[in-house]
């Protein structure tokens, strides 16, 4: 780029910028006048802006491949069909389990039909799935316990072995510490930052069967449940949208349990008391890493996977068939609900 120079002069009355003669008669090109000088910065500093700006086109910008947060998710739906999928439950109920053992079953095969087609938190999940990989030389597998309070998403991306050449399934995960949703159970300024919840297309509330199965704790456990369920419905977290299924996780420390039913405990129970004020409640057995060997690890999972792939297909070929246009979850609007 040629570069053009501006002139200055700083001497009262003279000419030379308009053209005439030098005030003292000084030739201003041999650099001898004491207020004649060209400038050239400001034009070295649009040559700079312009390469800048030309660098930055044709960068290409990488993922961190850590978690994202709820504002990060629209690099996700503002390019693919998604679904968002909140887990609920307390610590150690085993959400962050599961998020692991589908990361690490999908990384060893497909899930039967459901094939791995990448993820844009690939880093986000291996964190989550160290402590069961023989690098962090633990002696048996386990989780590591997630932190924050606020929610942040995992991004999974699948395809049927029937459609390998059409556009896979995306979902977003949802993660956050047990502890807050502890304590949102008691306080409705908790519970109301939990907004994000409205947004769901599926929620997976899980209860600890390992706090089930030791019969000093199961009481509590189950009423804790209960209330959380109670006090997001009062707060209009949850509503007539809501697609919540109720999972009992570890289901191998009450494989056996025959003091135990869950029909009658979990099932009735929860129906009787929540059916018809939400807009779906259905239930499932999960084992992700079962200690039993009469319960086989992953057991539970397919199923689950199964149904969030099996619901967002029939809601796209509602769309295609003339059916909503759009989901009403406020999750599409990218912006959190109102409530």
């Given at each position: ?9 700083h001497?009262?009355?003279?000419k030379i ?5 030098c005030?003292e008669?000084?030739d201003?090109?041999k650099d ?7 400038d ?17 086109s ?10 994202l947060?709820?504002?990060e998710?629209?690099?996700i739906?503002n ?12 610590s ?12 690490i ?9 459901y094939y791995?087609?990448g993820?844009?938190t ?14 962090s030389k ?6 590591g316990r ?18 390998l ?27 109301k930052?939990?907004t ?23 009481p509590?456990?189950?009423?804790d449940?209960k ?5 997001a ?5 949850f ?6 299924k109720?999972a ?7 494989h ?5 039913n ?5 099932e009735?129970v ?8 939400l807009?779906?409640?259905?239930f499932?057995?999960l084992?992700?890493r079962?200690?039993n ?10 199923d689950?996977?199964?149904s ?14 003339g ?13 959190l609900?109102?409530?």
């Open positions: 780029m040629e570069t053009q120079t501006k002139k200055i002069c001497q009262p009355g003279c910028l308009e053209g005439g003669s005030l008669s000084i201003v090109t001898e006048c004491p207020h004649f000088y060209l050239s910065k400001n034009d070295e500093m649009k040559d700079e802006k312009i390469n800048e700006q030309t660098k930055q044709t960068s290409i910008k990488l993922f961190t491949g850590r978690e947060s709820f504002k998710t629209s690099i739906t390019r693919y069909d998604s679904k968002l999928i909140a887990i609920v439950g307390e150690k109920s085993g959400k962050t389990t599961l998020l692991a053992e589908y990361y079953n999908l990384q060893k095969q497909p899930i039967k039909e791995f087609a993820s844009k690939q880093t986000g999940f291996e964190e989550r799935c160290f402590y069961a990989t023989v690098g633990a002696k048996k597998p386990d989780t997630t932190q924050s309070r606020e929610f942040s998403f995992l991004h999974l991306a699948l395809k049927h072995k029937d459609e050449d059409k556009e896979p399934t995306h979902f977003l995960i949802s993660d956050i510490s047990g502890e807050t949703f502890r304590e949102a159970k008691r306080s409705t300024v908790l519970m930052d939990l994000i919840l409205k947004a769901a297309d599926f929620i997976l509330f899980i209860i600890d069967g390992e706090k089930i199965a030791t019969k000093e704790t199961r509590v456990t189950l009423e449940a209330t959380f369920i109670q006090k419905l009062d707060e209009n977290i509503d007539s949208n809501t697609n919540l109720v009992v996780s570890k289901w191998d420390f009450l056996s349990d025959t003091t135990f869950f029909a009658d405990k979990i009735r929860f129906k009787e008391r929540f059916e018809s004020k807009g779906r409640l259905e499932t057995k084992a992700a079962s200690e060997a009469s319960v086989e690890a992953g057991f539970g999972l397919y689950l996977l199964k969030w792939k099996t619901e967002f297909t029939n809601e796209k070929a509602s769309e295609i068939s059916g909503k246009q759009h989901s009403n979850r406020a999750f599409y609007k990218y912006s609900p109102n409530i």
